[in-house]
């Protein structure tokens, strides 16, 4: 039971450069969630997916796209990533509950350069 | 939108020394979680509190929630070394389907 697993772990960008950040699940949860960290920001919600087939924006989602494929999985894409998108990326899952824990990948650290 | 503010963002105490982080929230929330994030780590759940006033207790760690529900605290005594890392909270507004974390409470303890 692998919880959440995100990939890639670390991933290094050129300005413009597009790419896909992995998030799947296997704890058969309605709710996942993509938060970025940033020193002395704490964690910013950028998109999430209440359940299968809806997606809606969190507090910054600007230069982000993402893509709820089925239960298990929602990957989030930068189109054209820049070095403010430099940042370590979490995804989390929860069941959908309203008093429910969210459980979180190991993260992505992108950095833009 | 909603705003969850943390305070202090950092705090460094001797082992032993107590210490308490603080959370505030602009909207009332129907719950508050409490997470701990070691460094280079991931955040891991430790608690959630869902009724005006509620106190928890686990070993150490004392969480509290506001009569209000827009405030909340976490306090540890006698902190240990093992209470390395940053604490955030996180809340619901009531009727909604996201969940704000708040700003952190990165904390270091000298041996």
């Known amino acids: 039971n692998a919880g959440v697993t995100q990939t890639p772990k670390f991933q290094v960008l050129k300005t413009g450069q597009s790419m896909t950040l992995q998030c799947a699940q296997d704890?058969?949860?309605?709710?996942m969630y993509w938060y970025r960290q940033d020193p002395g920001m704490g964690l910013r919600l950028i998109y999430y997916?209440?359940?299968?087939?809806?997606?809606d924006k969190g507090e910054v989602p600007n230069g982000y796209n993402v893509s709820r494929l089925n239960k298990r999985e929602f990957s989030l894409r930068l189109e054209s990533a820049a070095p403010s998108q430099t940042s370590v990326y979490f995804c989390?899952?929860?069941?959908?509950?309203?008093?429910?824990?969210?459980?979180f990948g190991q993260g992505t650290r992108l950095t833009v350069v | 939108g909603q705003q969850v503010m943390q305070i202090p963002q950092y705090q460094h105490v001797q082992e032993g020394e107590d210490f308490t982080t603080y959370c505030n929230s602009s909207?009332?929330?129907?719950?508050i979680q409490w997470y701990k994030q070691r460094p280079g780590g991931h955040p891991v759940f430790l608690i959630q509190?869902?009724?005006?006033?509620e106190v928890k207790k686990q070993k150490r760690l004392t969480f509290q929630f506001g009569e209000a529900k827009k405030n909340s605290s976490l306090h540890i005594t006698a902190t240990q070394t093992t209470d390395v890392g940053t604490y955030f909270c996180a809340g619901r507004g009531t009727g909604a389907n996201n969940l704000f974390f708040g700003t952190g409470t990165r904390l270091t303890v000298i041996p």
């Open positions: 509190l869902v009724k005006s006033g």
């Open positions: 989390a899952s929860l069941s959908g509950a309203r008093n429910t824990e969210a459980f």
């Open positions: 997916s209440a359940s299968e087939g809806t997606t």
């Open positions: 704890m058969n949860h309605n709710s």
């Open positions: 909207t009332t929330l129907s719950n």
